[in-house]
């Protein structure tokens, strides 16, 4: 069982849950997630991690409510367990694999949308650690649903907030303070972004057009992590990649956007499931040609 040591909502249907996990939290890095199980008869849910702590042994998870499993978490409070948590999963950030030293001669730019913006945070946090300030922009549709940014504050080397409403920071999309940012003067060598697949897409088809090397993090299409639900299949550079054993990350200007947004609403009935099972064959579930 994983003790949960704090449990606190952070906004509308988006909550926060610091857990012991010392073996998870010993090994993980920056990018990677895992997979929790209220019981031994709960639904898997892939969480991306926010943060951890070696010498405590935690792990902290940030979530939205969006279906009976994560609804069901939520009633969840300090003191409770979880039965399974199970990572680190997922291929690392490609930040922690290139030397320090280059990476300081970098200029980078974070983009984060909604509950994206707690994947971004540790890839933020990780630099910062290291001597490398980032640009960071966040984005929420409105003041209310904006997370994590006092944490971010302290790590980033420039926090824009911005909301689509103007409520708070910035008015518009993340799309319009890139633009404004480069007009200014600013000259990025490379952009992570993650979010909502609706905002990786555009924020890739802008950063493509100013030439700037592109990743995304493709953790919001993730179902059962593991590569055999077929959920996350998604074509990268005319290859097929699930995100949850290929990535979460790739080559944001390689993704096709709209073939994965389409997919993901076709996979989310039966009959929709069995379409894209006759459709795809065996390459369906990564290979296994099993539909459960």
């Not at 939290?25 to 997979?35: D, R, S, T």
């Not at 480069?182 to 990786?200: E, H, Q, S, T």
């Amino acid at each position: 069982m994983y003790k949960i040591i704090r449990a606190e909502e952070l906004t509308t249907n988006i909550y926060l849950m610091e857990v012991e996990a010392p073996r998870v939290a010993k090994k993980c890095e920056p990018g990677q997630f895992v997979i929790v199980r209220m019981d031994e008869d709960g639904e898997r849910i892939p969480l991306t991690i926010c943060d951890y702590n070696r010498e405590t042994g935690t792990i902290t998870i940030v979530f939205q409510v969006v279906g009976s499993g994560t609804l069901k978490m939520t009633s969840l409070k300090a003191g409770d367990a979880f039965h399974d948590f199970v990572g680190p999963l997922g291929r690392p950030s490609e930040l922690i694999e290139e030397n320090i030293e280059t990476l300081k001669q970098k200029k980078i730019l974070f983009v984060a949308g909604g509950v994206g913006t707690a994947p971004v945070y540790p890839q933020v946090k990780w630099l910062h650690e290291h001597g490398i300030d980032a640009d960071v922009i966040v984005g929420a549709k409105n003041r209310a649903l904006l997370i994590l940014e006092k944490e971010m504050q302290a790590v980033a080397g420039n926090l824009y907030i911005t909301t689509d409403d103007g409520s708070y920071g910035r008015s518009g999309m993340v799309t319009t303070t890139i633009e404004d940012l480069v007009d200014n003067g600013a000259k990025y060598d490379l952009c992570i972004a993650i979010g909502p697949m609706i905002m990786m897409k555009f924020v890739c088809l802008l950063t493509k057009k100013l030439e700037i090397p592109t990743v995304v993090s493709l953790n919001p299409i993730m179902v059962d992590g593991t590569g055999m639900c077929g959920a996350c299949r998604v074509t990268v550079g005319n290859e097929v990649k699930f995100a949850c054993v290929d990535g979460p990350e790739f080559d944001g200007h390689l993704v096709d956007f709209d073939e994965a947004m389409k997919r993901q609403q076709i996979y989310k009935t039966a009959e929709g499931r069995a379409y894209l099972k006759e459709k795809e064959g065996d390459t369906h579930h990564g290979g296994c040609g099993n539909c459960n």
